[in-house]
């Protein structure tokens, strides 16, 4: 089957622009998380939704970050302003209902100077 | 809030040799543990895990053991190869959420 996908893979913004990351899960998988992984660290949960619906986004910085998953399909993370600690790698994640399991997908690594 | 504590943070093996890496989790509502390995720029891939109602799983040379009185799970890898070297990743997931752990470098040297 195919993976989960995740575009564009790199991005250099400059801080204060804005940037758009899009997350396509594994086909069927109802369950979609957003992670932040800052170098030298373990992955963060920013956002996690059940099909379109928020499960948990209490560590989204929402007066920046904003994330949608229209149709309980693919989703989009978005950061608005850009700040220089946004630099990490994002990876989105899915996992069927019921399933522990979660597959990554590859990332986008952000720079942000 | 819920937090997973994650020990070494690097680890040095001759190759051979076995590695230990423990995590300690503070929910103990968590009923799931999975391991992951992340190689240099890449995406976490999954190597083991356990639920909670099992002490011990093995997977030929990966292991996790599973104390839930103490709150903690360790990965046990023996037979180290220069290919395990990576940085490996708890996580305990806490109701729906999961929480990582800060990583283990783990170097197994030729």
């Known amino acids: 089957e195919a993976g989960v996908a995740q575009s564009p893979r790199y991005k250099i913004i400059e801080k204060r622009q804005s940037v758009a990351f899009w997350c396509n899960p594994i086909?069927?998988?109802?369950?979609l998380y957003w992670y932040q992984q800052i170098l030298g660290q373990g992955p963060k949960l920013l956002i996690q939704f059940q099909n379109n619906g928020v499960v948990d986004d209490s560590q989204l910085p929402k007066d920046r970050f904003s994330a949608e998953r229209l149709k309980g399909v693919d989703s989009t993370l978005k950061i608005q302003p850009a700040k220089l600690e946004d630099s990490a790698v994002y990876l989105c994640?899915?996992?069927?209902?019921?399933?522990?399991?979660?597959?990554f997908g590859p990332g986008t690594r952000l720079t942000v100077t | 809030g819920e937090n997973v504590e994650q020990h070494p943070s690097t680890l040095s093996v001759q190759e051979g040799d076995s590695a230990v890496i423990k995590c300690t989790y503070s929910d103990s509502a968590s009923n799931y543990f999975p391991w992951y390995k992340q190689e240099l720029g890449k995406r976490p891939q999954l190597i083991i895990d356990i639920r909670s109602n099992v002490g011990e799983k093995k997977d030929q040379r990966i292991a996790v053991t599973l104390n839930k009185t103490a709150k903690h799970f360790s990965l046990h890898i023996t037979e180290t190869q220069p290919e395990d070297s990576a940085v490996y990743f708890c996580?305990?997931?806490?109701?729906?959420?999961?929480?990582f752990g800060t990583g283990t470098r783990l170097k197994v040297l030729a």
């Open positions: 086909s069927g998988h109802a369950t």
């Open positions: 994640a899915s996992s069927p209902r019921g399933i522990y399991e979660q597959y």
């Open positions: 996580a305990a997931l806490s109701t729906y959420k999961y929480i």
